[in-house]
């Protein structure tokens, strides 16, 4: 058995009953980390002392308490756009260069509450803005299935260390897709909760009324399980919703009844003709399976990227205002104020990042606010009633969970138009504010793809376990080699 093989649940069911210690996890999880992380790069940190200190406290704690921790001993990446004491924080930017918070993020305290070890922090697209992690300001991440293609993004190292069996789960950031999309890419499973059903305390803001912390892991039992570890209300996050988390749902019998939405938006041009074959392959085994297939329309999805790329630019350039060079983060000294602004700002971030506060800052200027952000923001409201609408005819709906798989390095950095196109399926559902997971649906030629089940809002239980009786139906395939040589 090789511990960096084993998944969330089994590391903690093994780790309680004293079959496995946290202390021999960890020491297996960095030889694993030290063996795949030279080709694949997935992290901007790692404190191996840290997680060490952790996994000691955890061995001594009494039978009784041990008992008590649902991720007792699991290791766990953050990426590196969530606040930790141990280690820096830096949103993938020169600006947060060293960064060290003063605070963990609700997220990261919970998961630690819970007994997880915080391995390290993984790279990701700037301050979250990218479809491919290329745009980290540090390195560039590969896919572990081919090391000559994107992991996704923003939150390609999460995915990518996951994949890779560098640690079992991680959790990563959703603004318009960036933990679905890399999860659909490198053939793991990633959840995006409601919006407000996570704390959003200690995330480095990128679009604030998008926005959403969830977990990446290799199978939907684990992804639930760090789920129910991080969600549920928070005083420190006035978005947080109080609602407690629905778990008296009966278990999962049989496909019969369940009645699948099937949009007819997202199934037609634009997308690869091997992920739509694919696409139509599942449909039918559901259909077979005894499931309901109910066609639909989301008449305003051809909108969505568009009212994305004014709301998202629009909350960033004013979220990013923060770093001036005064306050915290990279300061270049200069003449005047105005200056130290500029050089500071010019040095400290990167191309996409000022492409986007650009956008943004048009968008909001006088003259342009009720012509671009106000029009947008109604286009989200017809977003929003589209789905629920289509709810009162389906529990779920499915749909491919991005329209091509994990592309080459350098194939769209040229143009963003066609790297925004890579979140086409995934946007609606921040819009909206509803949850969406990915499951993988098998390789497309040597590199995965993905499906994206879309639930009502708060109803993430119901919608775990559609995904996960899928994945028990869908052949799995064994995980990339990289690192085994």
Excluded at 15 to 25: D, G, Q
Excluded at 26 to 33: C, E, K
Excluded at 43 to 52: E, G, I, K, R, T
Aim: negative net charge.
């Amino acid at each position: 058995m090789n511990i960096h093989e084993l998944g969330v649940h089994d590391l903690a069911s093994r780790i309680r009953s004293k079959e496995l210690s946290a202390s021999e996890t960890i020491s297996a999880i960095f030889d694993r980390i030290e063996d795949a992380e030279p080709t694949i790069r997935a992290f901007l940190h790692l404190n191996a002392d840290y997680a060490h200190m952790r996994a000691k406290a955890i061995d001594q704690l009494p039978a009784n308490e041990l008992a008590n921790l649902p991720l007792a001993g699991v290791p766990v990446a953050v990426k590196d756009n969530m606040a930790t004491v141990s280690m820096p924080t830096t949103a993938g930017s020169k600006i947060l260069s060293g960064y060290m918070s003063p605070y963990n993020a609700t997220v990261v305290d919970r998961l630690e509450a819970a007994g997880a070890v915080i391995v390290g922090k993984t790279n990701l697209d700037e301050f979250a803005m990218g479809s491919s992690t290329e745009h980290s300001a540090y390195h560039i991440t590969c896919n572990p299935w081919d090391i000559g293609r994107v992991p996704g993004g923003s939150s390609g190292g999460s995915a990518a260390a996951v994949a890779a069996q560098m640690v079992p789960a991680a959790l990563g950031s959703d603004t318009g897709g960036s933990i679905r999309q890399p999860a659909s890419y490198c053939g793991v499973t990633g959840l995006k909760p409601t919006y407000g059903r996570v704390s959003r305390y200690g995330l480095i803001a990128f679009a604030s009324s998008l926005d959403q912390i969830g977990p990446l892991a290799r199978n939907v039992e684990d992804a639930r399980l760090l789920y129910e570890v991080i969600a549920g209300h928070d005083p420190l996050d006035a978005t947080s919703l109080p609602d407690a988390l629905d778990s008296s749902l009966k278990p999962f019998d049989d496909w019969r009844g369940i009645r699948i939405g099937i949009p007819k938006e997202y199934d037609g041009d634009g997308i690869d003709p091997l992920v739509q074959e694919r696409y139509h392959d599942v449909l039918a085994l559901l259909k077979a399976q005894g499931a309901q297939l109910v066609d639909l329309s989301l008449p305003h999805t051809h909108y969505a990227i568009s009212a994305y790329y004014l709301i998202a630019p629009a909350e960033a350039s004013s979220n990013l205002a923060r770093f001036d060079g005064v306050r915290y983060g990279l300061r270049r000294p200069s003449d005047d104020l105005l200056s130290m602004y500029e050089t500071t700002r010019a040095e400290g971030f990167g191309s996409e990042v000022i492409r986007r506060i650009l956008l943004g800052t048009y968008a909001l200027s006088a003259g342009y606010y009720d012509a671009y952000y106000l029009k947008a923001q109604k286009v989200r409201t017809l977003i929003r009633r589209d789905f629920e609408r289509a709810f009162d005819q389906a529990d779920v709906i499915l749909t491919p969970t991005t329209p091509d798989t994990a592309f080459k390095f350098g194939e769209k950095s040229r143009d963003p138009l066609q790297m925004y196109l890579s979140d086409v399926f995934t946007v609606t559902a921040n819009l909206a504010g509803i949850p969406g997971v990915s499951t993988p649906a098998g390789l497309i030629g040597d590199v995965p793809a993905g499906m994206q089940w879309l639930g009502p809002a708060l109803k993430e239980t119901r919608l775990l376990q559609i995904a996960q009786a899928f994945e028990q139906l869908w052949p799995s395939v064994p995980w990339p080699s990289v690192g085994d040589e």
